[in-house]
């Protein structure tokens, strides 16, 4: 037995969320893990219907994006997670989807204001779009330079990722993480119903604005740090 | 056994109808019921996934807020639905959901108006907005603030708790009650529905207006008071 | 075993469509079918949830709305149910929802136009709205005037109840018929379809232009009468 | 047993993701395949419910139209099927459906733009929409002339029926192909994704521009043609 077995098997589990969560169509989307003793991430194959994934399918890549298990060839988005996981230290798995309405704000290029507390509860800011890509980083390593966008909206604005754990790549689509696989893909759950509530709201009033700071506060520090009082203590 | 089995298994199964009836996504919304002789209501636990929830685990406070029995920490919403209970001594139950039409009317801070008479049926006016809280309030005791933002829309615009048993809290979301928490959660179901229709419609047709009060009457008062003739009389 | 039986089989087989193909929520929504030999009509009992229904609910009227078999209430829209079996000899069954589309296209009075082929091929000419009733109307018998509403239209347009199946009733909802109780179902089916689209297709482009008469001909007539080739001959 | 068999099994097969996926309503919508070396497409039947439809219900046509095998009638839109394979000699099935956001976008009679790397994923371009037919070839053979207008579209555009394999038909609805019936049907589960992502992108910001011509070709060759590196190499 693989000493990967249990990333894997996390893996497995929080990839198949996506189309039970109705997260994306076909074979879109990808959820991986990090081990981060082990120097290897576990992440989808690409291009594989969910209804055929099994666990042994799960392919495992060092950092460096080299297979260090696994019959099939990794995500073609794999670049992209490493680059996160390489520069956002304190988190576990990443998940990116195709979800409707989480890629619609992202092929309008506008980030997603934070217009009510289901979204505050989850974090402070509007969900971030990043810049659209250059032609010369799109030639270059586009899977990369997506990762590289998305490290640079977060400089630019200076967000933290582990209090914004979602981000819109322009005309393409969410990421999102969090500590291990399973929390990355309820953050794309949250993010898909955020998206969807922000654009109906807009439909219903053009001019609705974000709401005030402190209630952002309010509900964003009920549920994290240290006073938080949302959810169970243990 | 506890003295309060049967109210725990009743909120339990009221709780149970938010996922069923995709009133909300993850661990959102709450549903509570009050047993007024024993001066206890039964809550929903603080952050719990519905996949995981048992009768067990539903949380018994009294009307201060104090737990009488439960091991989990009580819906981070307590303070509104025990001040609800305090204030409309003729419910029952109490439900709170994050629906996503309902969110929208409430993030875009406008009371839903009749449009129509699946409105009607349930409820004559239009399905108020409370106004956006003021900072010290939300500073203070936010919850209980929350509470006291849905007393005073309906003091302001003279609704009764008896037929309007819905409201939106802005920038937040619905609250809706009943004679009992299937009751409350059988309104956040209508309140969905009318919600959606009322966006749609406006989408068609943006100048429709508030049916006439004759239709509204009629359409309330065959469904409620003592001339009634819908439904069964027993 | 009542001589009815078989008509209550029906009914509530095209009853427990309204939930199985969403056409509405809870209680709302009743079919009916018609036994012209017999000179009754079954139809769904009022205020009772899907859930619950079974054959033996079915109430039997008579044409003038007189209970014949079963111990629950009519419908409260039976009036109307009867009136159209009435007026239009030809019909078989008589379905009413509260289906969401169908619902927002009558609260915003408005016909629903005939912009593609999928309407076209269940009828040729706008999906009719009836007029706003007036308040005499309203106070004098309701659900009779409903009915009345539904014939004025007809009557107006010039429209033939074999070709239109189904009518818009103003800030209320969709009525729709058919052969028998089935083919009226499948008519509100049909007409939620096409209320979606239609929607959809006015938010995209809102010159969009009702399709050209050839179209609608080709369409409808390929479907109904004496050349049609859609379907099996038998 | 019938020679046909396996290409009636998998047009059935086919025929059942369409209510499986939601791609159509009661009897709307027709997948086909094409076995070139018999010279027959198999098709399925008109007008039969997908509840109801058997493999043995599968006809078997010739490519003028004939009836080879099978004791029902073709779909009324055998024509256009057929035609497509005439003139396509490298599919090997094609779908029909009136999928609701694809059939809003061929009400519309506008190309559905390409706004994102879910599009420019499967095809680089707009996907197309045919002109309005006329009166004249209304009247002369309907389904032939709808074949006729994707001919036309693709010709007077430049298109490949290899690279985009998938047309509206205006006022109509949406046709797809690929290299068998279930790619086919594949692809309408992609376009109507991308018609809806489409809808809502132009409804968040209705001055959103297709995406530049570098990231089209990025993501359309990363999974297509010689230098591919999305998916499986076997």
Redesign the interface.
């Known amino acids: 037995m693989s000493k990967y077995t249990y990333l894997k098997e996390l893996v497995y589990e929080a990839n198949m969320e996506i189309p039970k969560e109705e997260l994306a169509?076909?074979?879109?989307g990808n959820v991986s893990g990090v081990d981060r003793d082990q120097g290897v991430v576990a992440i989808k194959?690409?291009?594989?219907p969910y209804s055929k994934l099994t666990v042994q399918d799960i392919v495992i890549v060092d950092l460096d994006n080299r297979v260090v298990e696994g019959k099939?060839?990794p995500s073609?988005d794999t670049k992209t997670h490493t680059l996160l996981y390489k520069n956002f230290p304190s988190i576990g798995g990443v998940c990116h989807t195709?979800s409707?309405?989480a890629?619609?704000?992202?092929?309008?290029?506008?980030p997603i204001p934070n217009?009510?507390?289901?979204h505050a509860d989850h974090l402070t800011p509007s969900v971030p779009v990043t810049e659209?890509?250059s032609?010369e980083m799109?030639?270059r390593d586009?899977e990369l330079e997506t990762g590289n966008q998305i490290l640079d909206v977060f400089t630019k604005k200076g967000l933290s990722p582990e209090e914004v754990e979602m981000v819109l790549v322009a005309?393409?689509?969410p990421f999102t993480w969090g500590k291990d696989p399973g929390k990355a893909v309820?953050n794309s759950?949250?993010l898909e119903?955020i998206a969807?509530?922000?654009?109906?709201?807009?439909?219903?009033?053009p001019s609705?604005q974000a709401?005030?700071q402190?209630?952002v506060d309010?509900h964003y520090f009920?549920k994290h740090g240290k006073d938080a009082?949302?959810?169970?203590?243990c």
């Open positions: 169509i076909v074979t879109f194959p690409s291009g594989i099939m060839r073609s195709h409707t309405y890629v619609a704000w992202a092929q309008a290029i506008m217009l009510g507390t289901t659209v890509m032609d799109i030639r586009y005309c393409h689509g309820y759950i949250v119903e969807k509530m922000a654009f109906l709201t807009l439909q219903i009033n609705a709401i005030k402190s209630l309010k009920r009082y949302y959810g169970q203590s």
